[in-house]
């Protein structure tokens, strides 16, 4: 076996080539965009790099073949409440199921890290927001989501053996769109129904930059200041509607309002690897037209939850009960998809994992972030409950 750090275009191919010659029989296996592997990695798209830096590495056998990947990284702005040591990451791990190739490629961003003074390392992670590519998949193999890791089942034994030790488990709920939700969510939906200074509406496509900025005011006061979190500013709200516009559905994106103040956001999209599947992971010019075309004429089965907040002085008052209900009278009766699934909610978070589970949906999938301590005598303690 013998390592090469990708340095130039031709690495950096075969970075991408470990997955499609691992997944290449495997049905449920969903070619990620190669453009959002790459941006990660490129200095001037990855804002992370601001504050810290990355490495990668790919693994061939004796007769060139490949046979696994990782990358490491170190950010200064990554850490868990309750951390009392450097930690930094490992992402985008692929590897053959040989546990000597996965010590090969643990052991070589251990030691690169340790040079960069941490002493653990989560993984798998991303090397920016937790939204993407983050945990081992463990239970639940069927298609990923859009940007969301998916492994062979043997992988969680490759960190196991190694060392690394469960940090929190991320877990994926889901039900079927012509289910009844729970009766006591219409039950809380009348109650404050009757209160006419509550309204939901969904986005208007044609005033997307208005629904930006109040999407900017629940996030600043429902999120800001927790486990780090910046307030965001507006053009950075407005760019991501921007940058979402040409895939959402106004239909499935919601606001509260509170005597016209917003007060909760629900916002959802199409499952976009529904569509990207077809691409076999490209999106240059003929790709693009080909998506369009997809996108036109395949309908959608599913669509996904991205991001769920209640402002702290409306929270406790059935606000959720209210906006899910009204748009379940949009969603529901015309039957738009057959299937929703949420993005992770880590088990440092019950009460997220409460409201999901009170919709009726099940876990449909469960991911693993793990940690490795260096020294082996310090003790280990998971994620802290929030």
């Given at each position: 076996?013998?390592?090469?750090?990708?340095?130039?275009?031709q690495?950096?191919?075969?970075?991408?080539q470990?997955?499609?010659?691992?997944?290449?029989?495997d049905?449920?296996?969903?070619?990620?965009?190669?453009k959002?592997?790459?941006?990660?990695?490129?200095e001037?798209k990855?804002?992370?790099?601001?504050?810290?830096?990355?490495?990668?590495?790919?693994?061939?056998?004796?007769?060139?073949?490949?046979?696994?990947?990782?990358?490491?990284?170190?950010?200064s702005?990554y850490?868990?409440k309750?951390d009392?040591?450097?930690?930094?990451?490992?992402?985008f791990?692929e590897?053959?199921?040989?546990?000597?190739?996965?010590n090969?490629?643990?052991d070589t961003?251990?030691?690169w890290?340790?040079?960069?003074?941490m002493?653990?390392m989560d993984g798998?992670?991303n090397?920016?927001?937790?939204d993407?590519?983050?945990?081992?998949?463990v239970?639940?193999?069927q298609?990923?989501l859009?940007?969301?890791n998916?492994n062979?089942?043997?992988?969680?034994q490759l960190?196991?053996?190694?060392?690394?030790?469960?940090?929190?488990n991320?877990?994926?709920?889901?039900?079927?769109?012509?289910?009844?939700?729970s009766?006591?969510f219409?039950?809380?939906?009348?109650?404050?129904?009757?209160d006419?200074?509550y309204?939901?509406v969904?986005?208007?496509?044609?005033q997307?930059?208005k629904?930006?900025?109040?999407?900017?005011?629940v996030?600043?006061k429902?999120?800001?200041?927790?486990?780090g979190?910046k307030?965001?500013?507006e053009?950075t709200?407005?760019a991501m509607?921007n940058?979402?516009?040409?895939v959402?559905?106004e239909r499935?994106?919601?606001f509260?309002?509170?005597?016209?103040e917003p007060?909760?956001?629900?916002?959802?999209?199409p499952d976009?690897?529904?569509?990207f599947?077809?691409?076999?992971g490209?999106?240059?010019s003929w790709?693009?037209?080909?998506?369009?075309?997809?996108?036109?004429?395949?309908?959608?089965?599913?669509f996904?939850?991205?991001?769920?907040g209640?402002v702290p002085?409306h929270q406790?008052?059935?606000?959720d009960?209210?906006?899910?209900i009204?748009?379940a009278?949009?969603?529901?009766?015309?039957?738009?998809?057959?299937d929703y699934?949420?993005q992770?909610?880590?088990d440092?978070n019950?009460?997220?994992?409460?409201?999901?589970?009170?919709?009726?949906?099940h876990v449909?999938?469960?991911?693993?972030?793990?940690?490795?301590?260096?020294?082996?005598?310090?003790?280990?303690?998971?994620?802290?409950?929030?």
């Open positions: 076996m013998h390592l090469v750090e990708v340095n130039d275009k690495s950096a191919k075969e970075f991408l470990v997955a499609v010659a691992l997944y290449k029989d049905a449920n296996w969903i070619r990620p965009l190669d959002d592997i790459e941006q990660v990695f490129d001037k990855n804002k992370a790099f601001l504050n810290g830096v990355a490495i990668r590495w790919i693994l061939k056998n004796d007769e060139g073949l490949l046979i696994g990947r990782i990358a490491a990284f170190v950010n702005r850490k868990s309750g009392d040591v450097p930690v930094g990451g490992v992402g791990f590897c053959i199921n040989d546990q000597s190739a996965a090969y490629l643990f961003a251990k030691q890290l340790q040079s960069k003074g002493e653990a798998p992670i090397f920016g927001e937790r993407r590519w983050w945990g081992l998949q239970e639940g193999f298609q990923p859009y940007c969301m998916y062979l089942p043997y992988y969680q960190f196991e053996n190694y060392g690394f030790q469960l940090f929190f991320q877990y994926c709920y889901s039900l079927k769109v012509k289910d009844k939700l009766e006591k219409y039950q809380r939906h009348d109650h404050l129904s009757k006419p200074d309204k939901a969904h986005i208007k496509v044609n997307l930059e629904f930006a900025k109040d999407f900017c005011t996030y600043n429902a999120w800001a200041g927790h486990a979190l307030q965001m500013e053009k709200a407005i509607f940058a979402m516009k040409p959402m559905d499935i994106c919601w509260t309002y509170y005597k016209d007060v909760a956001i629900w916002l959802n999209l976009l690897n529904q569509w599947m077809e691409l076999n490209r999106f240059d790709s693009k037209l080909k998506f369009l075309w997809v996108k036109a004429t395949k309908r959608n089965k599913k996904t939850g991205i991001i769920f209640i002085e406790h008052k059935g606000v009960a209210f906006m899910i009204e748009a009278k949009v969603i529901q009766a015309p039957m738009l998809y057959d699934e949420m992770w909610i880590g440092f019950p009460r997220m994992m409460n409201v999901a589970a009170s919709l009726g949906t449909s999938r469960r991911l693993i972030t793990y940690r490795l301590l260096f020294d082996k005598t310090k003790e280990f303690k998971r994620h802290p409950v929030l």
